[in-house]
Nanobody, 124 residues
């Protein structure tokens, strides 16, 4: 069991930055796929970025490449999403998610643990 709690959302003007945090508790000393998802009203949920803990290799959605960075230093530190150059289109509820990593790639359908979400609003 893993519990995830996001924080760091808020309102910012276009071009600004925010850093989201996802604190994890429970069985944290395993290797996980961890990801940030977002969902805007009337739109489907999309993967923003993901990574395998302890490995560090990350992947990003096309719309955020070069602007967002996902990171996690070790099992005891939060998962972060540094968001720079924010645009109105980034406005959404952002969720942290995790699933146990068994090898291969991280698969969206396998995310089992979810946080409650944190709202990001970007005004133009």
């Amino acid at each position: 069991q893993v519990q995830l709690v996001e924080s760091g959302g808020g309102s910012v003007q276009a071009g600004g930055s925010l850093r989201l945090s996802c604190a994890s508790s429970g069985n944290i000393y395993r290797t996980y796929c961890m990801a940030w998802f977002r969902q805007a009203p009337g739109k489907e949920r999309e993967v923003v970025a993901d990574m395998v803990t302890g490995v560090g290799a990350a992947t990003y959605g096309d719309s955020v490449k070069g602007r967002f960075t996902i990171s996690k230093d070790n099992a005891e530190t939060p998962l972060y999403l540094q968001m720079n150059g924010l645009q109105a289109e980034d406005t959404a509820m952002y969720y942290c998610a995790a699933h146990v990593y068994y090898g291969g790639v991280c698969r969206e359908s396998q995310y089992f643990y979810w946080g409650q979400g944190t709202q990001v609003t970007v005004s133009s």
